[in-house]
């Protein structure tokens, strides 16, 4: 029998009648529509929209439809807009003169009273599917004409519901719960209908974390919503989501460490929200907690991101996920079932829109004071930013895209007088031009005598998304607690690997963008020897791979050289004629043709003679292969690193790699293999058994190669014909410290244990990598590279191997990391290549696809797959 948890949520039903039949010529109740009552079971993603599509029609004078996109399954993405008749007749004036008054569009806004915007989002995670089952109850409720709550809320506030930010993944989640469900629900939590396969219903389509997305946005579900988003600029916004089973409800105000730039307001706003949740959840004796655990610090949450754009942002936590099915018996004998949790997500959402339509005009004024300040006084050091393109249009392109799809604005270096003074209370401001000063990122020092150039980006601090700007691009953020929920360093110069420089004074930019004359026109070009393609960042990789696709014949320079007055680095890409006869005269058309598709320019030469370095044909010219790759998914492997590996080449680059399941990996055919991909995972104990591990060896020997990334590179180190060793710990230091560090270690405080266990972590912290620029897996990248070291690892440098990324003593450059892992990270090799007979295995003990924004570490990834080993 089950023991349900307290969910009669008396303060909700006199609130909203929600299983009620509707009187004849009133809205169509969820389980009227569905058949069933909300909290049965898991709905589907078209019946939720089906649902909002059908409301909207019996109430078009309330509710309106925001379609904005479809997933990469194909699955529309939708929100939906409430508001009270007379706020719904104003809607688009509403949205305009929000954008207006913020500084984000043209014009004036109006002076009559606004409402609040307040934007719901439910279901970023597919199997926290409680989310999108609370959406039919609010949506309903608040639709309740005779009920003063959602009245008011209605008349203060313009509703946004979006309830379902990861169809794929929430359909992904609800058609396997379906099919284990039998004719009741089974609460014992080792049955199969709790126990969701690899890799769950929690990621998109390519096994991203959504939620750690905003910012970033390199999903298309996440780019389509950001775009509605920026459309509609909301006060608020509250993100919706499930934690462990045994975890009562989280709602704000939420733990630190905060970001240092969050208001005053929005501080206090947090705890205004935790106040309203608190009295719902008091009525019905639910249990609950706030301030621990989940914090405003990383900048591409659905808590954070609308916070750095100026709202107040929220997370809620509902005790469940994927794991709690329709009903589950919980340690305390207690069961959780699916209409508790739904009870819990309408109370917190009703809560948190009556919260905001209580205090509609001091939030709207807040808001725009925010964005005031943004505009004539920003925060942080730095008033403007130089980032410099130094010949790399693909990298300055990708940078330029992310700002765009945040908002900020920027501009280019101009031609110009020197500097002047600023007449409007900002400062000094000058001319992108001359000579200037600026704190180099890359040096950690400030500089004088930058130069700014036509085609550098400068982008100023005064503008509407100044605090997201200075957030994405401090070099280093001040964390307040250790103790924190994600990645603490993120600034994007060395995501990156763009030379930047942060000025405190404002300097004036063009609004032209410089015009790049294609060298192509340089020399003849009708029938040129071969072209030239510089190696230097996601463009050449795209080029390389479509030729590849194209069975073009491409080789690389393995030193660098000159050639026609232009020097180029090793890795450039050379694209003979001689070895492509086969191709005739579609030879000049397939090459210009992935230019063109790539974006790159390419440069056509007459001859093979260089007048510096290697010529065409030398040794030292590699030919390159059109490597046919795996990449190792499945039980026990990160979805999320597999996922980044996967889109990077099914998206990225467009190139076929082939998915194996690692169970697979004893039946695979190596004959059909030429690169092996090894994502971090927990599994490869049981994985790479002795024979598996004879087999990949063998294959290595006949010319194969490895790449072991993070912990597959830990289940390497040690193992017989693998190079890869930790380095040794018995150092007579601790040895003379070891009784003392015993004392110590007894007298610890239980509570400080969290905070003790932090000093072993490294939760995403920036080190400078020490590269060996002549080697293949360096190319393109200079002689560091800044990567986001989320372990401790330990590595030993290779005693025959090539040692070419290392961490040297002083090179931690940004990021919390405990005091051991500091020690521990300390000269320890981080990228290596080992020999093994004809093939070879290639070590990174850093994910260099990092939810997918690490820029530079796609040229890495690259090098690894297409440089090394030829």
Not at 281 to 305: A, I, K, V
Request: glycine share 8%; net charge neutral.
């Amino acid at each position: 029998m089950i023991r349900p948890l307290l969910a009669t949520a008396f303060l909700l039903l006199s609130l909203f009648a929600y299983a009620q039949p509707a009187p004849s010529g009133a809205l169509t109740s969820p389980e009227q529509f569905l058949g069933y009552k909300v909290g049965d079971r898991f709905t589907p993603h078209h019946r939720v929209l089906a649902y909002a599509e059908l409301i909207a029609r019996q109430a078009p004078n309330r509710v309106r439809l925001l379609p904005y996109g479809t997933t990469h399954e194909g699955r529309q993405l939708m929100a939906v807009a409430i508001a009270s008749e007379a706020n719904m007749a104003r809607l688009d004036d509403i949205r305009t003169d929000n954008l207006k008054r913020i500084g984000l569009a043209e014009g004036t806004a109006g002076t009559s009273n606004k409402p609040a915007i307040a934007w719901i989002s439910y279901n970023v995670h597919g199997n926290e599917a409680v989310s999108s089952e609370a959406f039919f109850d609010v949506l309903y409720g608040l639709l309740d004409t005779k009920n003063a709550v959602s009245q008011k809320i209605l008349n203060n506030a313009v509703v946004i519901l979006d309830p379902d930010l990861n169809p794929d993944g929430h359909d992904r989640y609800v058609n396997w719960y379906n099919q284990m469900q039998g004719r009741a629900a089974n609460p014992v939590p080792f049955a199969r209908e709790h126990n969701e396969p690899w890799p769950g219903g929690r990621y998109t389509h390519y096994y991203f974390d959504p939620n750690r997305d905003w910012a970033w946005q390199t999903q298309e579900i996440t780019q389509q919503r950001m775009a509605l988003y920026q459309q509609w600029m909301p006060h608020l916004h509250g993100d919706f989501h499930e934690m462990g089973v045994e975890s009562p409800y989280y709602f704000a105000p939420s733990a630190k460490p905060y970001h240092e730039d969050i208001t005053p307001f929005q501080r206090d706003f947090q705890n205004t929200i935790g106040q309203y949740c608190s009295r719902y959840f008091d009525r019905n004796g639910w249990l609950y907690y706030t301030r621990e655990r989940f914090d405003l610090f990383y900048p591409s949450y659905g808590d954070t991101w609308p916070t750095y754009n100026g709202a107040i942002g929220m997370t809620y936590e509902q005790g469940g996920s994927g794991r709690a099915g329709l009903a589950i018996t919980k340690a305390d004998g207690d069961t959780l079932t699916l209409r508790a949790r739904i009870d819990h997500h309408v109370a917190a959402s009703i809560a948190t829109l009556e919260s905001v339509a209580d205090r509609a005009p001091e939030v709207v004024k807040a808001f725009g004071e925010y964005f005031d300040k943004a505009r004539t006084s920003p925060v942080g050091p730095y008033k403007s930013y130089v980032v410099k393109s130094n010949g790399d249009a693909g990298r300055m392109t990708a940078l330029r895209q992310l700002l765009d799809r945040n908002g900020i604005r920027y501009g280019f270096g101009q031609q110009g007088a020197g500097p002047a003074t600023n007449t409007t209370g900002q400062g000094k401001k000058a001319t992108a031009t001359g000579s200037l000063s600026g704190f180099n990122y890359f040096t950690q020092k400030t500089e004088s005598n930058l130069k700014v150039a036509p085609e550098d980006l400068v982008i100023s601090a005064y503008q509407p998304k100044s605090t997201l700007l200075k957030i994405l691009f401090e070099p280093k953020s001040m964390l307040e607690d250790s103790v924190t929920y994600d990645i603490t360093a993120w600034s994007l110069p060395y995501a990156f690997g763009m030379t930047t420089y942060g000025l405190t004074n404002q300097i004036t930019a063009s609004n032209q963008q410089p015009t790049v004359n294609s060298q192509q026109s340089t020399v003849n070009s009708q029938s040129p020897y071969a072209y030239v393609a510089r190696w230097q960042s996601m463009p050449s990789v795209q080029l390389l791979a479509g030729l590849l696709k194209q069975k073009i014949k491409v080789r690389a320079a393995e030193k660098p050289f000159e050639l026609g007055g232009q020097s180029y680095s090793a890795g450039t890409l050379l694209i003979t004629r001689a070895g492509n006869e086969r191709l005739g005269s579609r030879f000049d058309q397939l090459v210009q043709a992935e230019a063109q598709k790539a974006n790159v320019t390419l440069t056509p030469v007459q001859t093979g003679f260089v007048t510096k370095g290697s010529d065409f044909g030398s040794d030292f010219v590699m030919a390159l292969k059109a490597p046919r790759v795996g990449v190792v998914i499945g039980e026990g492997m990160s979805p999320t690193a597999s996922g980044e590996v996967w889109h990077y080449f099914d998206q990225e680059l467009n190139y076929p790699a082939t998915v194996i399941n690692g169970s697979d990996l004893g039946n695979v055919d190596w004959t059909k293999l030429d690169v092996l991909v090894l994502p971090t995972g927990f599994a490869y104990g049981r994985l790479l058994t002795d024979r598996t591990l004879t087999a990949i060896k063998t294959w290595i020997q006949g010319g194969g190669k490895l790449i072991a990334l993070e912990r597959a590179a830990d289940a390497l180190a040690g193992k017989d014909g693998f190079e890869l060793k930790e380095k040794d710990d018995k150092s007579k230091d601790k040895e003379k410290d070891k009784d003392k560090k015993a004392v110590t270690d007894s007298l610890k405080q239980f509570a400080d244990r969290e905070r003790e266990a932090v000093s072993d972590e490294t939760p995403g912290s920036i080190y400078r990598i020490s590269l060996d620029t002549t080697h293949p897996l360096a190319f393109g990248l200079g002689s560091d590279y800044y990567a986001l070291v989320q372990e401790a690892h330990n590595f030993d440098v290779l005693k025959d191997g090539w040692n070419v990324g290392y961490l040297k003593a002083d090179n931690y450059v940004a990021g919390f990391a405990g005091k051991n892992a500091k020690e521990k990270l300390k000269n320890t090799l981080s990228m290596g290549v080992q020999q093994l007979g004809r093939g070879s295995v290639v070590y990174l003990a850093d994910n260099p696809l990092f939810r997918g924004f690490w820029y530079s570490g796609k040229l890495l990834f690259a090098n690894a797959v297409f440089m090394v080993g030829n």
